[in-house]
């Protein structure tokens, strides 16, 4: 018993312990409910392999779900020191309600997310619906950053301060930004897809990125930052352990498909912590393929260049590899027509031409596309393989222009 209320006195290690329980529960609870998925048409063909086999889809559902009970039976326990045991009253005075109102806001917008995310694994909801959708899910956790700090400055780099001054309070600028955040996280895990492992893989290295974050602070002098940083373990903790179940079962040759309720649940687990934890920036370093992916993918994301539903790349059935999936030019406008020689001079597409040069055809503009442009032809796991190590490969540079180079230039 004593070890027990021990260890009820240490919120994180009941996080870890929850954690751990949900990520084995998750594990076990993927592959037997996967069949009734099928049955009630929740399911993809998994177009890469040679026989395209029906595969059920939207498993996501159940990580996040799972994760969710776990945050939710976690709620008191941050709380713990603030229950006397005797009188059994609460000392009001000091309870840290924003705190507790920033954590069932973050949980609103997660659980409102992953509601949003399985509507569009059901209904397929058209982009211009899954850009608002993130939006209106970040509210609750706006209105909780408000109550909670409410910091709408922000520190200038050295070289601007002689202009604008060292700190700039730009007010509910600050709200547009988390708010963009949000559909940027969402929206930018879900376009880095399309084969098996890729979605769970990237969000993992992300997410053992944050918690890595997270632990140079807990400990540390600064106990706001602690305090912040400990919130934002308790939020990504459970995250690792449903993830890497999921990422288990999703992994080439996947026996499930994640979905877009996973994206969007990884997504906004990671705006969340981002902004309970006010290291958006430092999170933003942590998505740098996914920045690239979005950036090269602007052409097609905003029509100047045709973009077909799926772009994922092709198998080619002789070799077993993958090879760059393309989109047709033919009605392309000029401009979109001069992007794509711009990016073929650079190397960054493989353009197919007619007899007189005139581009015909394009490799869609995603990075995995690009990767079998320059690496491919490649087999699906080592394009998956690929990608998770550019995702490490992005952290030790986060990591490094955030706590060796940005001494230059803070
Ligand atoms: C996004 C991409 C789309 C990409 C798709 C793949 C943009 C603008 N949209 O669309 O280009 O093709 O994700 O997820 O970039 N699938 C596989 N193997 C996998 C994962 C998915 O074959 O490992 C297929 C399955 O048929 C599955 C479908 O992709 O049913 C899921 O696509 P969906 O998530 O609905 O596509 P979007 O997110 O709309
Ligand atoms: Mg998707």
Not at 61 to 76: G, K, Q, S, V
Not at 140 to 167: A, K
Not at 311 to 328: F, H, V
Request: one cysteine or more; charged letters at 10%.
């Amino acid at each position: 018993l004593a070890v027990l209320t021990r260890a009820t006195n240490d919120p994180l290690a009941i996080s870890t312990y929850l954690a751990v329980l949900t990520g084995l529960l998750t594990w076990r609870l993927i592959p037997a409910v996967a069949d009734r998925f099928v049955a009630a048409g929740l399911s993809g063909k998994d177009v890469n392999k040679a026989h395209q086999p029906i595969i059920p889809e939207s498993l996501g559902i159940i990580a996040a779900t799972l994760y969710l009970i776990c945050l939710f039976l976690f709620i008191p326990f941050p709380f713990r020191q603030w229950f006397p045991a005797e009188p059994a009253v609460l000392s009001l005075r000091t309870f840290p309600f924003q705190r507790l109102g920033e954590f069932l806001a973050a949980l609103l917008c997660l659980q409102s997310m992953v509601f949003l995310g399985f509507a569009d694994d059901v209904f397929d909801i058209r982009w211009r619906y899954k850009l608002v959708m993130p939006t209106v899910a970040s509210i609750p956790l706006l209105m909780g950053y408000y109550l909670s700090d409410g910091i709408t400055y922000v520190v200038l780099p050295i070289p601007l301060r002689p202009i604008l001054g060292r700190i700039l309070d730009i007010g509910i600028l600050y709200y547009v930004y988390i708010a963009m955040l949000a559909i940027f996280c969402t929206n930018s895990i879900n376009i880095l897809a399309g084969i098996n492992g890729v979605e769970a893989g990237q969000s993992l290295v992300i997410a053992l990125s944050v918690a890595a974050n997270d632990l140079l602070y807990v400990n540390g002098p600064d106990r706001p930052a602690a305090e912040v940083h400990l919130f934002s373990l308790y939020f990504i903790l459970p995250f690792i352990a449903v993830t890497t179940a999921l990422l288990w079962h999703n992994w080439y040759p996947a026996r499930v498909f994640v979905g877009d309720t996973y994206c969007y649940f990884a997504g906004m687990t990671f705006a969340v912590v981002g902004i309970i934890g006010h290291f958006s920036k430092t999170l933003l370093l942590f998505f740098i393929p996914q920045i690239f992916n979005f950036i090269y993918s602007a052409p097609q994301l905003f029509r100047l260049v045709p973009c077909p539903r799926h772009r994922m790349p092709r198998l080619n059935p002789a070799t077993g590899r993958l090879e760059p999936s393309d989109a047709s030019l033919a009605t392309a406008t000029p401009t979109g027509l001069a992007v794509v020689r711009t990016l073929a001079r650079f190397r960054l597409v493989r353009v197919a031409t007619d007899d007189a040069g005139t581009p015909l055809r394009v490799s869609n503009l995603t990075l995995l596309n690009l990767l079998l442009v320059h690496c491919g032809p490649l087999p699906e796991n080592h394009l998956a393989a690929l990608v998770v190590a550019l995702q490490v490969f992005g952290s030790v540079a986060a990591f490094t222009v955030r706590y060796q180079l940005v001494t230059f230039l803070y």
